[in-house]
């Protein structure tokens, strides 16, 4: 049995849904007249500056705490988007989820929101305008008073998904995913994790990107240090890292939570993780202790083990340790290391038996087995227990 927190244990009893492929035509029939996944929708359009008024208020309209992603807009971008406004270009209407009753949270439109609201308050210079070339380095109170003028008339227009589309907790959830997720087929593209950051948004969440802040964790990976000030902007080098803006660190992170339960592993790895994240959200304080303690030991004992060659596979070329981590290789180290905590202290008294059999180990494995070109749930459990089995066989020397 796996080493997990109270909810863990139970986190799989609720049902999957019915398969597809056990409905019949009526059964189709019933669920469309149902209205089941049929989105209720409603229009808004407000002026510019009563809008970021609005914002003011602190139960109108959530905009970080539930989407939550780093930031992606460079100020080059957001000030075409204010040309735009200047211009009367149309601008695609933001998307919202109605919450509660006259209280939403922003599903589509974080960047255009953070930019209108940014300008207003003269945080950002223009830069980089075309058709307004004239108007870069000014601020929004140092424009000339028509453009000014001309920007207040304009409005923004957003669409409330109305609370009643969705019968259930979970089904408002997945819901949710699914329209976040075509609405965001354009523009930025948004990686996995940050669609489930952006949906799942729990205790658990946080947790992920807290243990993603790991020291070591970084240090092997390669991520700068350093986090958000005051006002939720990142040191420029960690910004511009690509595992971090993209959040595949934490999703580096759930991967670990997720894989030690590997036999329930379905659906590939994004539908596994999905599914994962989903019941997490019921995590209480007990099983943010409990994992958090649980991921900082493993990591302590994995990057003691292997230092700066964690997650590194073998290359056989060289021969010699990679230049990269791989992700499946720390899923497979990771986990495995988990299974052994109470024989830490031996295993790092052995660390370099264990070296030299992890090297056998890899130059002896098939192409492709730590690399995750191979991701289906017999190569995951087959990696897990590889790595298990060579800690296991170490301890018993």
């Not at 989820?97 to 940014?118: F, K, N």
């Not at 059999?357 to 017999?378: V, W």
Request: proline residues 5%; glycine residues 6%.
């Amino acid at each position: 049995m796996e080493n997990l927190a109270p909810s863990e244990v139970t986190m799989w009893e609720a049902p999957e849904k019915a398969s597809v492929l056990q409905t019949t035509d009526e059964d189709i029939n019933r669920k469309y007249a149902k209205r089941e996944l049929r989105i209720i929708t409603e229009s808004n359009r407000e002026q510019l500056p009563n809008f970021v008024e609005a914002f003011k208020r602190k139960d109108w309209m959530n905009l970080r705490p539930f989407y939550q992603r780093r930031p992606r807009w460079s100020p080059d971008r957001q000030s075409k988007l204010i040309e735009s406004f200047i211009m009367n270009i149309p601008v695609p209407p933001l998307f919202v989820y109605e919450s509660d009753l006259a209280r939403y949270e922003v599903m589509d439109g974080q960047q255009r929101i953070t930019a209108i609201i940014d300008f207003y308050a003269n945080r950002f210079a223009l830069e980089g305008l075309e058709q307004w070339p004239e108007l870069n380095g000014k601020i929004y109170d140092k424009l000339p008073s028509e453009i000014r003028k001309g920007i207040d008339r304009r409005s923004i227009s957003y669409i409330v998904l109305l609370k009643e589309s969705a019968p259930s907790t979970e089904d408002e959830m997945l819901l949710r995913q699914q329209v976040f997720e075509r609405l965001n087929t354009g523009g930025v593209a948004l990686s996995n994790q940050e669609v489930r950051n952006s949906i799942y948004q729990s205790k658990f969440s946080k947790l992920l990107d807290d243990m993603s802040q790991n020291p070591a964790f970084r240090s092997v990976w390669g991520i700068p240090p350093g986090k958000a000030d005051e006002k939720g902007r990142f040191p420029d080098d960690l910004a511009k890292d690509r595992l971090f803006s993209t959040m595949r660190d934490t999703e580096i992170v759930l991967r670990f939570f997720a894989l030690r339960q590997a036999q329930k592993y379905r659906l590939g790895m994004k539908g596994f993780l999905d599914r994962y994240m989903l019941r997490a959200r019921s995590f209480g304080d007990d099983d943010i202790i409990f994992l958090t303690m649980l991921f900082t030991h493993t990591m302590d004992l994995a990057y003691g083990l292997y230092g700066e060659t964690l997650f590194r596979p073998w290359d056989h070329r060289r021969p010699g340790w990679a230049d990269r981590p791989q992700v499946a290789l720390s899923d497979a180290v990771m986990v495995a290391c988990s299974r052994h905590l109470d024989d830490a202290t031996l295993l790092l008294d052995r660390r370099g038996e264990v070296l030299a059999a992890t090297q056998d180990l890899l130059e002896k494995a098939s192409p492709g087995s730590f690399t995750g070109q191979r991701n289906t749930k017999g190569d995951v459990i087959a990696r897990i227990d590889a790595f298990d089995g060579l800690l296991t066989e170490v301890l018993s020397r």
